[in-house]
């Protein structure tokens, strides 16, 4: 069993990092918290991910395909496929994006 504080998370660019084999989880996760136009390269896991967005705005790209998603949106990204977002809003990004995977795997493309 673990207790953890978000504000005990190692914070690295512009998430909370969680990371499963640490806390005794099969699963990892960014917290993110993004200002405007901040976000990752294009990249891909060898595993799923799942990005709740919280708050704000996001543009996500899965693959071919480009959609702005707002606070309530649920994203799932298949194992290996090329994704990124951006904080295409005016406010900060709020997302937590699950990892299926107790460490995080990334290849940046």
Known sequence: MSF????????????YEFVGEKEGAPFSA????AKPGQGPPLHKHPYVEVAFTIEGTATITVGDETRAVKAGGIVVVPANMPHRFVNSGETVLRQIDVHAG????????
């Open 102 to 109: 107790p460490k995080f795997i990334q290849t940046n493309l």
């Open 4 to 15: 953890t504080n978000l504000e005990q998370l190692p914070f690295v660019g512009m998430s």
């Open 30 to 33: 960014y917290i993110v918290k």
